[in-house]
C-alpha cells in the first residue's frame, strides 16, 4: 500500500492503471477510521481493481463552533488499517495541497434537501462537503465512489450533484455498520464518556421501537413525539427526530418506505442515526 500526499504524485500512482483500464473505486474518509470506514472498502474491494482511500479533514465543512481543531487526527493507526484490508493506495493531502494558498471562489450548493435536518443546524456545512468531495472526484477520477448511509443526508446531496453535473462515477451507498450495543459507528464516539457512551445506544434502541410501533399501526406524529420523550428521558438533548421519504421529502403519515432521523446530543457530542422502514399495503 502506498501512501500519496500529493495531486501529482496521486496522479503518477494511478496513471498506470488508468492506462491498463482498471476499475478504480474510492472511499473518502475524513480519517480515524473504524470498522464502518473499513466495511466502505471492503465493499470497493468486491467491485473494483485499485482502491485509493482519501484522509482528510475537510476545512470547510466545519462550522466555527465545531471540532475541526479537535478532529482526531491518526494517519499511522489508519494507514495500518487499512493496509489489513486491502487498500491499494492512501491519499492524505494536506490543507494547503487541497485548496493552495489563492482564494477559493466557487461554490457548490444543493438546494432544497440540504434547508433540511442537519442542513438546519449546520449552516453551510453541505456546501462544504460538495466542493471538497467534488475535489477529490476530480483528483482520483474514480469509477465508483463508496459512502455511509449513516450520512443519509449527505449521501443523497452527493447523489444529487453528481446527477446534476454529470460527474462520470457511480456512486454507492453501504449500510450502517453498529458496535454490538446498536451505536452507530462514528469517529465522534470516541469523545463520548464511559457513562455517556453507555447511554448512546437508546438512539438505535428508540429507532427500532419507532420502527416496530409504525408497523403496528400507531400514527407517525405520536411516533415521533415518543422517540424525543425516550431519547430526553436518557439523558439527551434533541436536535431533531424527523421522517422523511426515501428522497427527503418531508412525510406525514406512513403510506410508503420512510426515514426516521435522530441528531441528538449527549454532553458536547453530537450523534445522528436513522432507520430506514420498509412500507407494505395491508
Ligand atoms: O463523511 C465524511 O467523512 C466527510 O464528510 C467526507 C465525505 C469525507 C467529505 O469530507
Redesign the pocket.
Known amino acids: 500500500m502506498k501512501t500519496e500526499t500529493t495531486i501529482q504524485g496521486l496522479a503518477a500512482s494511478l496513471n498506470p492503471a488508468r492506462a491498463a483500464r482498471k476499475i478504480i473505486g474510492f472511499v ?3 480519517g480515524n477510521l473504524h470498522e464502518g470506514h473499513l466495511n466502505l472498502v471492503r465493499e470497493a474491494r468486491k467491485l473494483c481493481d485499485i482502491v485509493v482511500v ?1 484522509i ?1 479533514v ?1 476545512p470547510i ?1 466545519f462550522g466555527p463552533n465545531e471540532d475541526f481543531d479537535n478532529y482526531p487526527r491518526t494517519l499511522e493507526q489508519d494507514q495500518r488499517l487499512l493496509a489489513d484490508v486491502g487498500c491499494d493506495i492512501v491519499f492524505a493531502p494536506t490543507v494547503e495541497q487541497m485548496y493552495g494558498s489563492k482564494p477559493r471562489l466557487t461554490n457548490i450548493s444543493v438546494s432544497d434537501i440540504t434547508n433540511d435536518l442537519c442542513g438546519l443546524q449546520r449552516p453551510g456545512h453541505f456546501d462544504g ?1 460538495a466542493v ?2 467534488t475535489k ?1 472526484f476530480n483528483i482520483v477520477q474514480p469509477n465508483y465512489a463508496f ?2 448511509q449513516k ?1 443519509y443526508q ?1 449521501l443523497a446531496v ?1 447523489r444529487q450533484f453528481v446527477r446534476d453535473l454529470n460527474i462520470p462515477l457511480e456512486v454507492i451507498g453501504v449500510p450502517i455498520t453498529r458496535a454490538e450495543d446498536g451505536l452507530a459507528l462514528s469517529s465522534r464516539n470516541g469523545y463520548l464518556s464511559a457513562e455517556n457512551r453507555a447511554a448512546a445506544p437508546a438512539i438505535y434502541k428508540t429507532l427500532k421501537a419507532a420502527e416496530q410501533a409504525l408497523l403496528s399501526g400507531d400514527a407517525l406524529p405520536k411516533v415521533l413525539e415518543d422517540m424525543k420523550s425516550a431519547l430526553t428521558g436518557a439523558g439527551f438533548v434533541v436536535d431533531y427526530v424527523e421522517a422523511r421519504t426515501t428522497e427527503l421529502q418531508k412525510i406525514e403519515q406512513f403510506n410508503e418506505d420512510l426515514v426516521l432521523f435522530v441528531a441528538a446530543k449527549l454532553g458536547a457530542t453530537r450523534l445522528i442515526d436513522n432507520l430506514q422502514v420498509k412500507y407494505t399495503a395491508s
Open positions: 473518502p474518509t475524513m482519501s482528510f475537510n465543512q462537503v471538497v468531495v477529490l459512502f455511509g450520512d449527505q452527493i
